[in-house]
């Protein structure tokens, strides 16, 4: 078995630009990646038992008219997950406004990566797996929100397709020359390859986590309670007729080198299981059913929503803060096996 990576020209909306595709020649699994759009890993799919390839990520049906990054795919979600508080934090006693880009227009979502064009920095083919590699800047990619934030941050993304599992790493950077804050978030959307489309009501999820953020309109409070009944999936369940958007805290430790967070999703007709695993950087997870409930969203943070007002509160909300020189690595393994 061998691993290549083909490039395209394509159009997605208004977007254009080079689509990288990830594929195996023995038709294993194929992932495509879209740096014009936030670098997102708009498809994956891997092969099934009746012998096609079946998608994990769901992709919008008009993505090719209406190409939404956080819609589709594996969007980014950095220098912050999810939203921030009507756009406004303080900083080291400086305040800073962001642009109100949520869809209420009342608060900043989603920071800055998710809608901008990356630079493909590396990529590689061999005989395991392929690998392509994105970098973001905000200060060469982004320069006109630099002065709505503390500092410059440099995040490197990598994408490793293998047969049965795409591995994320991630390293951010501060080039200086002052403490700069940072979270970042995944925001995957999880279907199962062999029921392509099927309601969410019949998915059996398993997400252990043993509090939950109390939030107001979408908002972290920073208060945590543990977790209700009605929305714990410590042990699996189907997920049934729940509206998700929730955010869960305090998942098991292990030891600091093996993953901290292993959720399972999975379907009584269905003979595979998909798994998220993350390491301990990753602290909170945040579940999202979509209003078409065609996927679910199992999204890794490093922090909470709104972290940066929280911690400000004196919440450990985990905000991280990178001095200058300093750096940030992680990695995020998603994974298909049939029991």
């Not at 109390?214 to 042990?235: C, I, K, M, Q, Y």
């Amino acid at each position: 078995m061998a691993f290549r990576i083909t490039t395209t020209e394509a159009r997605a909306g208004t977007a254009s630009g080079t689509v990288y595709t990830l594929a195996d020649d023995a038709g294993h699994a194929t992932a495509e990646v879209w740096p014009a759009l936030g670098f997102n890993c708009v498809r994956w799919a891997v092969r099934t038992e009746s012998g096609g390839l079946g998608p994990v990520f769901y992709t919008a049906p008009d993505w090719a008219t209406n190409p939404v990054p956080t819609r589709s795919g594996h969007p980014i979600l950095f220098p912050f997950p999810n939203r921030l508080k009507h756009g406004r934090f303080t900083f080291e006693g400086k305040a800073y406004q962001l642009p109100l880009n949520e869809t209420s227009g009342q608060h900043a979502i989603h920071g800055f990566t998710p809608k901008s064009a990356w630079r493909v920095v590396g990529s590689s083919e061999g005989a395991d797996a392929a690998e392509v590699t994105g970098q973001f800047q905000l200060s060469v990619d982004r320069p006109d929100v630099l002065a709505c934030w503390p500092g410059d941050l440099v995040l490197t993304v990598t994408y490793r397709l293998t047969a049965a599992a795409l591995e994320v790493r991630c390293r951010v950077q501060n080039p200086g020359p002052g403490n700069v804050p940072f979270g970042l978030g995944y925001h995957p959307y999880f279907c199962l390859p062999s029921l392509p489309g099927e309601p969410v009501d019949a998915m059996v999820l398993q997400a252990p986590a043993r509090s939950l953020w109390v939030a107001e309109n979408s908002l972290a409070t920073g208060e945590t309670v543990p977790t209700p009944a009605g929305v714990d999936f410590t042990r699996p369940r189907p997920i049934g007729d729940a509206v998700l958007d929730h955010l869960y805290g305090d998942l098991p430790m292990e030891p600091a080198d093996q993953p901290s967070l292993r959720a399972t999703l999975a379907h009584p007709l269905a003979p595979e299981v998909v798994t998220v695993t993350a390491d301990p950087s990753f602290r909170e997870l945040l579940l999202f059913t979509p209003p078409h409930r065609r996927a679910v969203a199992v999204e890794p943070y490093t922090c909470t929503t709104d972290a940066l007002n929280i911690s400000a509160r004196g919440v450990d909300a985990g905000l991280r803060v990178l001095a200058p020189g300093a750096e940030f690595a992680a990695v995020v393994r998603y994974s298909v096996a049939t029991p």
